[in-house]
């Protein structure tokens, strides 16, 4: 199982290309489908200028059809960072999405729903085999099964490449306890901060995981609805940077 596991977080080294990486979320936000076109290129050209390893396109400002068109245009640009989706609720749709416009992940908020269909699950993973998978266990909003955190960790690490947890809510910090829970249960499979990361506890949150997905705090005010921040992806950065010294 050791060797088992190790093998994932080799897989998702060979995707993001670097330790520790980290992921800005792109939230499609904008009042016209044309804003929302023209603000995720936008934020991803800001991520990419700030050295961000990699991006998720989300709708959570948008819907499908917007999140089609962002996919699109970014597979038309020479992207420098590793690009990925979240289809809210529609699993099928990010892996097609994904596969269509060379993503090279997805992200699902839950990978043991009470109402998970193995089968499918089973057939959408084997119809992608290159694209890996971000899966969230206790994560924000979800409702899971009521397994024990061992039984949770050992489930996700079945159906996913890298877990990503959370605080309670959006931009709630995640519990250093609870990453470190997670690592000491799972110490050779990737395990993924998911929200709360900020300045002041950005050095000890990626000290104590392989990742951090960051969303609302690249925002003014962490205000979704708004246009990212460069000085804050830079601020974030810098201290990843000094993270990753200790581990090359």
């Known amino acids: 199982n050791y060797n088992h596991y190790c093998f994932f977080m080799f897989n998702f080294r060979r995707v993001f290309r670097t330790p520790k990486p980290v992921i800005g979320m792109i939230h499609l936000s904008g009042d016209t489908h044309e804003q929302k076109l023209v603000r995720a290129l936008e934020e991803l050209a800001i991520y990419e200028s ?4 990699g991006a998720i396109v989300e709708n959570f400002h948008g819907d499908m059809n917007n999140l089609m068109d962002a996919m699109e245009a970014i597979a038309e640009r020479d992207n420098k960072l590793v690009v990925g989706v979240n289809a809210l609720g529609r ?3 990010a892996f097609s ?5 060379g993503g090279s992940f997805v992200q699902v908020d839950s990978v043991q ?3 998970f269909d193995l089968d499918y699950w089973s057939d959408v993973r084997k119809a992608n085999p290159r694209l890996i998978v971000l899966g969230g266990v206790r994560f924000k909003y979800s409702r899971e099964s009521m397994r024990t955190l061992p039984d949770s960790l050992k489930v996700a690490m079945d159906r996913c490449d890298a877990i990503v947890t959370t605080g309670e809510g959006t931009g709630e910090e995640t519990p250093i306890d609870k990453l ?3 690592k000491r249960l799972a110490p050779s499979f990737p395990v993924i901060a998911g929200s709360g990361v900020e300045k002041h506890n ?3 949150t990626l000290d104590n995981c392989d990742g951090i997905i960051v969303g609302s ?3 003014p005010g962490k205000d979704t609805t708004l246009r990212v921040n460069p000085a804050k992806v830079r601020e974030i950065m810098t201290i990843a940077r000094e993270v990753r010294s200790k581990y090359k």
């Open 50 to 53: 700030e050295g961000v390893d």
């Open 91 to 93: 699993i099928g749709d």
């Open 97 to 101: 999405l994904a596969s269509h416009y």
């Open 113 to 115: 729903p009470r109402d």
């Open 180 to 182: 470190q829970d997670f």
């Open 202 to 204: 950005c050095y000890e």
């Open 217 to 219: 705090y690249f925002k």
